[in-house]
């Protein structure tokens, strides 16, 4: 079964506006971490922001926030007010467990802004 | 955030050499390093994960003699593609973990884009 799922293949956002990324993922580990990373055409892998699986409150870094929804087992990457410099492949990773675990991704968004 | 180097970036060797890449961590000590692959168009497929001293622990379906990793020390990680050939032809990125003011957060390298030809 897929760890991390996300749907999305591709997405289309108007700049200015918001757009939200879908991501999916399954495990019985009680303790988690859920990532977003953005990765360019340049191939780097960018950090965005990180939810732990005992956190209260969702996670938010300037226009990202992570709508995380633990009963559902999702953790949607909403980024606001979306810039052309935004457009890159997005991908959703969980680490199981805690300390130095290995990260699972997810098959990745393709997120394209038109201006 | 915490600076992980990748060195290359690109490579282009020709079929049954070898490559090394290499993965530094610059300012905290990575206990454990992971590296990836990702092929076009498609996600990050871990390899191996590495701990400072030990033995690499490869994934299923991975090649421990073809793709070897030495991680002699708490801020370098290297792979050594061996006898390469044009389907290794890959994007390799590695990503290292360590406390970095109490978080253990993974950050990742630029990546090695490797071509065999």
């Known amino acids: 079964a897929q760890k991390i799922t996300q749907t999305q293949p591709g997405m289309f956002v108007q700049e200015k506006e918001a757009v939200t990324l879908d991501c999916t993922y399954d495990t019985s580990d009680p303790s988690y971490g859920l990532f977003w990373y953005k990765q360019p055409s340049s191939g780097e892998m960018i950090f965005l922001i990180y939810?732990?699986?005992?956190?209260?409150q969702n996670a938010t870094e300037g226009r990202y926030s992570l709508n995380f929804q633990k009963a559902r087992k999702s953790a949607n990457l909403v980024i606001s007010a979306s810039q052309l410099g935004d457009s890159a492949m997005y991908f959703c990773a969980m680490r199981e467990g805690g300390g130095y675990q290995k990260v699972t991704f997810g098959t990745g968004t393709k997120l394209q802004v038109i201006p | 955030g915490a600076v992980v180097s990748q060195h290359p970036s690109r490579v282009i060797c020709k079929s049954g050499t070898s490559v090394k890449i290499e993965c530094r961590s610059l300012?905290?000590?990575?206990?454990?390093m992971f590296w990836y692959r990702q092929f076009p168009k498609q996600s990050l497929m871990l390899m191996a994960t590495s701990n400072e001293g030990s033995k690499a622990t490869y994934e299923q379906g991975v090649e421990k003699d073809k793709f070897l990793i030495n991680h002699a020390s708490l801020t370098l990680s290297t792979l050594t593609v061996t006898s390469a050939h044009p389907e290794d032809s890959s994007f390799y990125i590695c990503?290292?973990?360590?406390?970095?003011?109490?978080?253990?957060?993974?950050?990742f390298g630029q990546g090695t884009r490797l071509t065999v030809v």
């Open positions: 990503s290292a973990s360590g406390h970095q003011g109490g978080s253990t957060e993974a950050f």
């Open positions: 300012d905290f000590q990575a206990t454990t």
């Open positions: 939810q732990g699986s005992y956190d209260q």
